[in-house]
T-cell receptor, first 113, second 111 residues
Framework: DGGITQSPKYLFRKEGQNVTLSCEQN?????MYWYRQDPGQGLRLIYY???????QKGDIAEGYSVSREKKESFPLTVTSAQKNPTAFYLC????????????FGSGTQLSVL | QKEVEQDPGPLSVPEGAIVSLNCTYS??????FMWYRQYSRKGPELLMY????GNKEDGRFTAQVDKSSKYISLFIRDSQPSDSATYLC???????????FGKGTKLSVIP
């Protein structure tokens, strides 16, 4: 079945530690996205990538980094510079073209120990 | 003014009621309108997709877009407890790779 796989489902970060969230899609989509969701805040865009080896900052990119070495993969690293990382992180993808539908993975809950 | 406004609720209705969820937006260039349903601690799933103005119906769900008023709605008929979730509106402009999301409305359908 085609879809977007996020792992792990739950992740814990210690003080000063970098952690990486995985996102893989087999939908052959060109564009991939990372969102952060906090209670009452809605979805906030962290980074997005329209093609391999290219990505752009979203609204809240500080303290995060990404890479896009393969079309299928768009990992997100939460660095130690992100002082409030506890949130639900969602990866999404869509095909190239205006108005294409956005599809989401099942999310990763990151908490600070 | 925020680009998309959505009442966060919570909204609580009895089973079988008709539910109306709404968003307003400010940018007249938006052309693509979507509704997502999100169960607790799950990824949002696309429920309805509409291009430009008009209505779209899918089973118990109807999406309406009024571009003149910059107002979109989602109606749920014969609501069920399984409809209890957060509903997010999302809007995009032509040629844009980004969607603008509302903050979501939390709906509870009481048996």
């Amino acid at each position: 079945d085609g879809g977007i796989t996020q792992s792990p489902k739950y992740l814990f970060r210690k003080e000063g530690q970098n952690v990486t969230l995985s996102c893989e899609q087999n939908l052959n989509h060109d564009a991939m996205y990372w969102y952060r969701q906090d209670p009452g805040q809605g979805l906030r865009l962290i980074y997005y990538s329209q093609i391999v080896n290219d990505f752009q900052k979203g609204d809240i990119a500080e303290g995060y980094s990404v890479s896009r070495e393969k079309k299928e993969s768009f990992p997100l690293t939460v660095t130690s510079a992100q002082k409030n990382p506890t949130a639900f992180y969602l990866c999404a993808s869509r095909a190239r073209g205006a108005g294409e539908k956005l599809f989401f993975g099942s999310g990763t809950q990151l908490s600070v120990l | 003014q925020k680009e998309v406004e959505q009442d966060p609720g919570p909204l609580s209705v009895p089973e079988g009621a008709i539910v109306s969820l709404n968003c307003t937006y400010s940018n007249s260039a938006f052309q693509y309108f979507m509704w997502y349903r999100q169960y607790s601690r799950k990824g949002p799933e696309l429920l309805m997709y509409t291009y430009s103005s008009g209505n779209k119906e899918d089973g118990r769900f109807t999406a309406q877009v009024d571009k003149s008023s910059k107002y979109i709605s989602l109606f749920i008929r014969d609501s069920q407890p399984s409809d209890s979730a957060t509903y997010l509106c999302a809007i995009a402009g032509a040629g844009s790779y980004q969607l603008t999301f509302g903050k979501g409305t939390k709906l509870s359908v009481i048996p």
